[in-house]
């Protein structure tokens, strides 16, 4: 079993849903959560960051943590054919590396 | 700002040449890394500098050589390219060590060895 799961969808949804992406994890010690979003042939970049558990909005955007349950989340509202990009979690722990662990990736596909 | 660049974007090799994937960044991060990524199988790390004047090995090391050739530089060396390391790579930067630490990713370079 991975560090972190993913499902790789594609999860495809008409313009203006409410979009549910999820992760969940193993290791306990997981404090920093951080979604990317990656455009086709593009690098990931960072989109949402949030520390230990509750929810953080950004806009149209919000990130919920779970640690109880190891289960990240990310909701998009309104989604938008702009929003059409595969979305990756990660996450670390608080000390030794910084290095994130990356789950699969879910591509989503906004259709109008 | 630049911010992450990689050349080249795209590369075809014959099983056993070897290349070098060149990165480099202008935001004065002290850490870079080197991943690949597969259909399916998400970011992979290779190689990290955690700083100039380190590498350390990540989940997939084997086939791969790195050279951190100064604070905003850091390569990445098939040296027997196969099959097997056809993928998208991708460098990425960072400063190590902040709580809100994010890391910043160049466009990749897609490579297939055929």
């Known amino acids: ?112 | 700002n630049a911010g992450v660049t990689q050349t080249p974007k795209f590369q075809v090799l014959k099983t056993g040449q070897s290349m070098t994937l060149q990165c480099a960044q202008d935001m004065n991060h002290n850490s870079m890394y080197w991943y690949r990524q597969d259909p399916g199988m998400g970011l992979r790390l290779i190689y990290y500098s955690a700083s100039e004047g380190t590498t350390d090995k990540g989940e997939v090391p084997n086939g791969y050589n790195v050279s951190r050739l100064n604070k905003r530089e850091f390569s990445l060396r098939l040296e027997s390219a196969a099959p097997s390391q056809t993928s998208v790579y991708f460098c990425a930067s960072s400063e190590w060590g902040r709580s809100n630490e994010k890391l910043f990713f160049g466009s990749g370079t897609q490579l297939s060895v055929l």
């Open chain 1, 1 to 112: 079993q991975k560090e972190v799961e993913q499902d790789p969808g594609p999860l495809s949804v008409p313009e203006g849903a409410i979009v549910s992406l999820n992760c969940t994890y193993s290791n306990s010690a997981f404090q920093y959560f951080m979604w990317y979003r990656q455009y086709s042939r593009k690098g990931p970049e960072l989109l949402m960051y949030t520390y230990s558990s509750g929810n953080k909005e950004d806009g149209r955007f919000t990130a919920q943590v779970d640690k109880s349950s190891k289960y990240i989340s990310l909701f998009i509202r309104d989604s938008q054919p702009s929003d059409s990009a595969t979305y990756l979690c990660a996450m670390r722990a608080s000390g030794g590396s910084y290095i994130p662990t990356f789950g699969r990736g879910t591509s989503l596909i906004v259709h109008p």
